[in-house]
């Protein structure tokens, strides 16, 4: 059955599905990365930055990287919020894995 819906209605459908894409990014970088692991990395990158890259150890240069694969994940699931986000209409499906990294 198609159903006819006014503009104001399909205009609340589709800002229902933007919250629910923007809490499916949040639930799925809170799974990848807890807040504290989130703050500990920010803390992490931010002591590296006060020593200077110039004096990294061994040691510090590999806990960069790995601070960097904790970044760059949970800016892959922003990204592919941001692009489910312009898709009009937002797909429904959009909680499947092959929407997200």
């Given at each position: 059955m198609?159903?006819?819906?006014?503009?104001?209605?399909?205009t609340?459908?589709?800002?229902?599905?933007?919250?629910?894409?923007?809490?499916?990014?949040?639930?799925?970088?809170i799974?990848?990365?807890?807040?504290?692991?989130?703050?500990?990395?920010?803390?992490?990158?931010?002591?590296?930055?006060?020593?200077?890259?110039?004096?990294?150890?061994?040691?510090?240069?590999?806990?960069?990287?790995?601070?960097?694969?904790?970044?760059?994940?949970?800016?892959?699931?922003?990204?592919?919020?941001?692009?489910?986000?312009?898709?009009?209409?937002?797909?429904?499906?959009?909680?499947?894995?092959?929407?997200?990294?």
């Amino acid at each position: 059955m198609v159903e006819d819906y006014t503009d104001e209605q399909l205009t609340l459908l589709q800002d229902n599905l933007l919250s629910q894409v923007k809490l499916e990014a949040q639930r799925r970088i809170i799974n990848f990365a807890p807040d504290w692991k989130q703050r500990n990395t920010a803390a992490g990158l931010a002591q590296l930055a006060v020593v200077g890259q110039a004096n990294w150890t061994e040691e510090q240069s590999k806990q960069y990287l790995s601070y960097i694969q904790v970044w760059n994940e949970i800016e892959a699931i922003r990204a592919a919020s941001n692009i489910l986000e312009a898709y009009s209409p937002i797909p429904e499906n959009f909680s499947e894995d092959s929407y997200w990294p």
